[in-house]
């Protein structure tokens, strides 16, 4: 027998560098959801629910036994309507998760690399490992990524960036001008992947999902997700823009079937449903105010952000720290997100939910740092 060859079959030595991705919670220990009341505040959830027009048509939905269209034409066209674009230039996928990954698996190979920052969307390492590439962190300032900081990164094998806009979990942005200053510094063979889930959330004069790039050059690609604004997370939904190529590439990968009937039926009406967008907009924009200002009222500090949720630091050095707030806050049956993975241990990254949910966070909140 080779002395190589292994007992048993082994993964690519990358594949064992992955931390398996952990979603939110989705209970509260302690608490007995059936005689107590647990809001869940974990996973940035549209607090509103799907638009209404969109459960229905996923009630009328028949014939399961069948296939769905493969290619998601109807969808594709009602968001190529919906924003202006191309159809032909749109990928729909499995939650935009699956099209971040099938990126790295098109354009990424053995020896080469990838950047994003510190502390960006962990499915980033992730799929860059997966494909046999090496993940490139480059340091963020007040949780914000740097442009400098990723061109300085930037090697003969680097071949893509990852740069989520707003980044999930810190609600920070990156102007327009700073993402074509990142756009021009690299090469014209280093893809520039723009991950705007939480685009809509954005009410700022300076920012771009990236529609505008994408349209300008061969080298960008924008991702979009229904599972935040549009409520559909359940059903995993999301889509890319692309030029042909890019699109091409994807589609030779991509499973023949990976969007669900389900998913497309409510996409197609989602995205037409502007009142229940609007709706979500506007309850969000008023509490992410309220809770800032109510963490910092407590003596925390919060993280600017512009997506539908807060990341909230609490002291390294005292009983109060971000574990003892999460136990704590769990008691009272509010289920919130760790971030340590993220690189932050002492903070707590906390959804905009209900009102009602809203108020009980912040009284919880009040209760344990008057203990």
Known sequence: MNEQTANRPLPRASVMKIAAYVPGKSSASGVDPRSGKVFKLSSNENPLGSSPKAAAAVSKMNHLEDYPDGGVRKLREAIAKKYGLDADKIVCSSGSDELLSLLAYAYLDDGDEAIYSEHGFLVYRIAILAAGATPIATAEKNET??????????????????????????????????????HKGLRPDILLVLDAAYAEYVDKDDYEAGMELVRQNENVVMTR?????????????????????????????????????AAIAAGQVAIEDSDHVSRSIAHNNAALTKMTKGFETLGLRVTPSVGNFVLVHFP?????????????????????????????PNALRISIGTDEANEAVLKALKDFQSE
């Open 145 to 182: 990524a740097q442009v400098d900081n990723i061109l300085d990164a930037v090697t003969l094998k680097t071949k893509m960036v990852y740069l989520a806009n707003p980044n999930n979990p810190t609600g920070t942005y990156l102007s327009s001008s700073e993402v074509r200053r990142l």
């Open 225 to 261: 997700t229904f599972s935040k604004i549009h409520g559909l997370a359940s059903l995993r939904l999301g889509w890319c823009f692309g030029s042909e190529h890019i699109v091409d590439a994807i589609n030779r990968i991509r499973g023949p079937f990976n969007v669900n009937g």
């Open 316 to 344: 390294e050095d005292s009983e109060k720290n971000a574990e003892a707030a999460d136990q704590f806050l769990q008691s009272r049956g509010c289920v919130i997100r760790r971030v340590g993975a993220y690189g932050f």
